[in-house]
């Protein structure tokens, strides 16, 4: 009799671990849908100065600048047929998507994209910030980042002061700065091969992940070949256990960064500037481009924009998951705080507390009530398994 219990509870304890999903979908933006649930900028770069105006979705689509392609990807471009002629003021057109979804802690984010933009001036960014507070106060982490002839993305954190990269982080990228309140923030640069610039599309794009926890940080990044099985053969219902995904590029554990305290809901954005305050910074420019005058507008945005012909995302999904704990209780309290309107650009309504958006978009996805039912009823039978074997 013992022993069967012992089975009983060993086989639920299996269960358990095993069939109980990690995280639960939430949203997967692709296809013909992809640009359903963002806003667009429409406005001037006025965070980081590029030489760019991010056109609103009228502009964006009647100038092809947003698209999904035959492959059935969303592109995103910068403008590269306009011929712009020196003048003092000038700005060539690009895009900056904000998520009208927010993320608290428990998320994870996984991007599949066949193609980041790269070329002298341009500078990418697949990123999260806080719209709750003035930036960093609210935070700020950035998945994709890399300019000009850059051939290894970074990953950072910002924040006001107290929040650090531990040093035991346990990653296989290379840390470049600890103090996430710097300027540049604190920053882990990819380690493996082709994770952006040509090296990244040649192979044919890859996957980055990012988990973002009360226990801490963690991203990850695969060329196309090395895309683990359970991500390249996920539908947009998959759930995703990233403990088997092996050791991350960057982690920041929590013991250097109270994240509790440093990232309340954080709202995605895909934008491509050009020059401004990283890629365009003279010295920063002609360490990675060689051009006539060796200056980043000059030699770049004047012109007819034919060296931007590699300029764009082109991206098979974007998806976005909730901690399958939090997505049981999330479900069962129901709303808990009000959420920002949908608007057309990031001066958007802010968000305070956890987002009632993430359990709006979890219905009609995958039931995570009926994970919650099956896991609790799993637990309670593991449990008084446990307690009948100690009689
Ligand atoms: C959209 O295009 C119109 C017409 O060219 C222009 O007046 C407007 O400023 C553009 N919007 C943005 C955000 O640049
Ligand atoms: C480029 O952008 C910067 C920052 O907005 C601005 O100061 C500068 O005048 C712009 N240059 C041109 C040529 O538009
Ligand atoms: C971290 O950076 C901030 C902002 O530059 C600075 O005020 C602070 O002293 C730094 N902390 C440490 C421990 O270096
Ligand atoms: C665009 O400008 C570049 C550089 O000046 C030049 O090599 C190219 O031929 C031009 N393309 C067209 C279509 O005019
Ligand atoms: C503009 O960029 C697209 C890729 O987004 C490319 O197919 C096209 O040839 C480029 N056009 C010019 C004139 O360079
Ligand atoms: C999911 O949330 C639970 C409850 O907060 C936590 O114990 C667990 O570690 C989280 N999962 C991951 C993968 O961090
Ligand atoms: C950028 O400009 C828009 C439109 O004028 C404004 O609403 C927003 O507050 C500005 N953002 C920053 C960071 O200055
Ligand atoms: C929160 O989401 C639920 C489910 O979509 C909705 O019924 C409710 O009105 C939302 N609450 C607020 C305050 O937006």
Redesign the pocket.
Known sequence: MKNFQWSVAYVLGYLLCHVVAVYNPVREHSGQTFFDGWSYYGNVDNTTWGNVTFQDQANATSRGLTFVNSAGNAVIKVDNTTTISPAPIVNRDSIRLTSLDSYGLGSLFIIDAVHIPYGCSVWPSFWMYGMEDTWPLAGEIDIIEAINGMTNNQVALHTT?GC?QATNALQTGHTLET?C???QGCIVGESKPNSFGPGFAQAGGGVYALVMEPTGVSSWFWSRADIPDDIASATSSSTMDPSSWGTPSASYPSSACDFEQFFPPQNLVLLTTLCGHWAGVPSIYRSTCNTPTNSCINDNIFGNGSNYANAYWEIRYIRTYLNASLAAATTTSASTSPTADPATSDSAQPTKGPSNRTSSALQGVESPMFIGIVSSIIAMLFTSALAMTTW
Do not use: H
């Open positions: 002061p650090f103090n309140s710097k300027a």
